[in-house]
């Protein structure tokens, strides 16, 4: 048992000594291990409960052929991509992620101003994934009152006071208990996997078997595209949603032991996995669809609630099938509340955000943000007000679900690509001791160290004045990577990956093109992006100068590299 218990404080001395090198003192508690961290990405994704209730948009775009497929094409592409994140993360272990990676590898001159935008990004795209978790959830729970209730009328608003509801448990195991977290995202690993057993089981011996070729070679184009191709990649979506938020672990860094070996596990860990139930269920649910005109019409607003009736017969079977997918729907609302909290809280400890010096406040028992987990549910419960007055609009608020973290990830992907095709990343032990200077003996422009001061530009007319100090990590590979060749190529093909994503997510769904079929989501995330923007000149830029070095952290800092390369 002393071993045990030296080993341990061995590995949180070593990940403390790892984040004081990257500038931030330890002050959130590590409770998480290799396994519950894994439980906590597999529930992050739900990769198989996101098909059953996403199948709809690639079904009407696309059809059974496309689905099949394009979720082979999505799942392959994003472990690719999440492969380049789990090298950041390898790298620089922080709950930042990616504004924290951008301003490590960007060229020196926007270092601060891409960062700063990466910031806002990041955080509201995870703000709006817990308004959309919850409207989900809450909408589930009025799916399954339907189907137990045929004469319940539901009501938008009874949606969004049932969003409430999930929110409001999310807070509690957050603030109040937030010890039991890991043991709680462990029996949702076993939970997740176990309903998934049950109900592919279910479906496959209930329900009547469509053939082979019309799911492997039936297209559909309900969306009145002129060609199959574009009906293609418009559905193409639905399966890119399903993958969504792998990198929840990314945020999670600081507690997480052993950060730099088991956050790329769980990240490359759960997409494998998840996506290998997820083609399963997707299988599944082809087959298995009955007629397709009463699942896609269903009153109860979800086709695979439909499903389940259809194939065991009775309301009561089809709702316990239905309880399982809302109670793991439930749980991945709560860990994105998490991941939410700690995103707005360490980008809230750099002042990239307003009010910055209450939402970087920690609770000292707890060990647990929770000012920022406060706002984060706040702000959401907000945006679901907006599902009141329209569902169209709140869809439109909240697709920068993917535009935003796709966005997030390719700058600090496209930064990495440059650096590795430069030779610029170091191996471990290739890590120099000495500041890293610009080719001419002085730190680079832009590197702040000393005293607590930084390097001063000799026209600032304010030299001379103390001001705070910015963490530039070294660049050096952590314990996880893919090297040589195969990096740069999986790299590149990350890159031009998301940017295809990125370009397919502003289609409509459907043409003709009008008002309620519009599709808002490049008004949203422009919108978010010049709301950046104009921030950062308005206030921004004279509160934020980039990840902060903490006072405790100083002297460490000083024994490695912190000058830009």
């Not at 996403?54 to 979720?71: I, R």
């Amino acid at each position: 048992m002393d071993e045990i218990a030296a080993e341990r404080n061995s590995e949180r001395n070593a990940d403390s000594d790892i984040l004081a090198l990257l500038g931030k003192k330890q002050v959130l508690k590590r409770r998480f291990g290799l396994i519950s961290i894994f439980g906590f990405a597999m529930a992050e994704l739900i990769t198989w409960e996101t098909v059953l209730a996403l199948f709809s948009q690639g079904l009407n775009n696309g059809g059974p052929a496309g689905l099949v497929y394009g979720f082979l094409i999505a799942w392959l592409s994003t472990l690719s991509v999440y492969t380049v994140i789990s090298e950041l993360a390898s790298m620089a272990p922080i709950a930042g992620g990616q504004y924290y990676w951008v301003y490590m590898l960007a060229p020196v001159r926007y270092k601060k101003f891409s960062s700063y935008i990466i910031g806002w990004l990041t955080s509201l795209a995870w703000i709006a994934t817990v308004a959309t978790e919850s409207i989900f959830a809450g909408t589930i729970i009025q799916g399954l009152i339907i189907l137990d209730y045929p004469d319940y009328e539901p009501k938008q608003w009874q949606g969004t006071l049932l969003a409430w509801l999930v929110i409001a448990l999310a807070v509690f195991i957050n603030v109040i208990i937030p010890g039991l977290l890991p043991k709680f995202e462990t029996f949702i690993l076993v939970f997740h996997c176990a309903g998934f057993i049950a109900i592919m089981a279910v479906l496959w011996v209930c329900s009547p078997h469509g053939s082979a070729a019309s799911v492997f070679t039936t297209s559909l184009n309900e969306g009145g595209w002129p060609t199959q191709g574009l009906s293609y990649c418009v559905g193409f979506l639905g399966n890119v949603a399903t993958f969504v938020g792998a990198d929840a672990s990314v945020h999670m860094a600081e507690e997480i032991s052993n950060a730099a070996i088991n956050i790329p596990r769980a990240i490359c860990g759960s997409m494998i996995f998840n996506g290998l139930l997820g083609f399963a269920m997707m299988l599944t649910v082809l087959f298995c669809i009955g007629d397709l005109e009463t699942v896609l019409n269903t009153k109860t607003g979800f086709p695979f609630i439909q499903i389940f009736y259809d194939s065991v017969g009775n309301i009561a079977g089809a709702t316990a099938m239905g309880a399982v997918v809302l109670a793991l729907t439930w749980a991945c609302a709560i860990g994105i509340t998490t991941t939410a909290s700690r995103m707005t809280w360490s980008f809230a400890r750099d002042r990239g955000t307003p009010f910055s010096h209450i939402l970087s406040k920690v609770e000292p028992r707890t060990r647990v943000p929770v000012v920022a987990v406060a706002a984060v549910t706040i702000f959401s419960a907000l945006l679901t007000l907006i599902y009141v007055g329209s569902a169209t609009a709140f869809n439109d608020v909240i697709s920068l679900t993917i535009t935003g973290f796709y966005g997030s990830y390719f700058l600090p992907a496209a930064f990495l690509l440059y650096h590795r095709t430069k030779g610029h990343v170091a191996s471990q032990k290739g890590v120099s001791s000495n500041p890293v200077t610009d080719g001419t003996n002085e730190p680079a422009m832009g590197s702040k160290f000393g005293e607590g001061e930084k390097a001063r530009d000799p026209n600032d007319t304010n030299a001379g004045t103390p001001i705070v100090e910015v963490a530039q990590a070294a660049l050096a590979w952590g314990p996880f990577r893919i090297s040589g060749v195969l990096g740069i190529m999986n790299n590149a093909y990350a890159c031009v990956y998301m940017i295809f994503v990125i370009f397919w997510s502003f289609w409509p769904p459907e043409t003709p093109v009008d008002a309620t079929t519009m599709n808002y989501s490049v008004v949203v995330t422009g919108g978010v992006i010049i709301f950046s923007i104009t921030w950062y000149w308005i206030r921004g830029r004279q509160e934020y100068e980039g990840p902060l070095i903490d006072d405790e952290v100083k002297a460490v800092m000083r024994m490695q590299p912190i000058a830009p390369i």
